[in-house]
């Protein structure tokens, strides 16, 4: 069964630190260009950060300088590494196989103090 499963996500004061993952089960996501989206309350779901196989990076404006985006591909795994968030980082956060648009089921990320 393909599926792809985020993991990481909680609560975390402003300025603070989230490592999100996505694992991988089914499929290799060495082939995969893959994503991380987000939809926060009230809005649409929004791009965050794609990675393509040759490890080309973009991302969307607010997050530049804060996020990371990252693949591992011994462990079948892709990563957002995100600092200083802010409470408008709110949201939950979704990983998606662009080559394939296979998407997580999703991990929710507040940032409040």
């Known amino acids: 069964q393909v599926q792809l499963v985020e993991s990481g996500g909680g609560l975390v004061q402003p300025g603070g630190s989230l490592r999100l993952s996505c694992a991988a089960s089914g499929i290799f996501l060495g082939i995969h260009t893959m994503a991380w989206y987000r939809r926060a309350p009230g809005k649409e779901r929004e791009l965050v950060a794609r990675i393509t196989t040759a490890g080309m990076t973009n991302y969307e404006d607010s997050v530049k300088g804060r996020f990371t985006i990252s693949r591992d591909n011994a462990k079948n795994t892709v990563h957002l590494e995100m600092n200083n968030l802010k409470p408008e980082d709110t949201a939950i956060y979704y990983c998606?196989?662009?080559?394939?648009?296979?998407w997580g089921p999703g991990t929710q990320v507040t940032v409040s103090s």
């Open positions: 998606k196989s662009e080559t394939y648009y296979i």
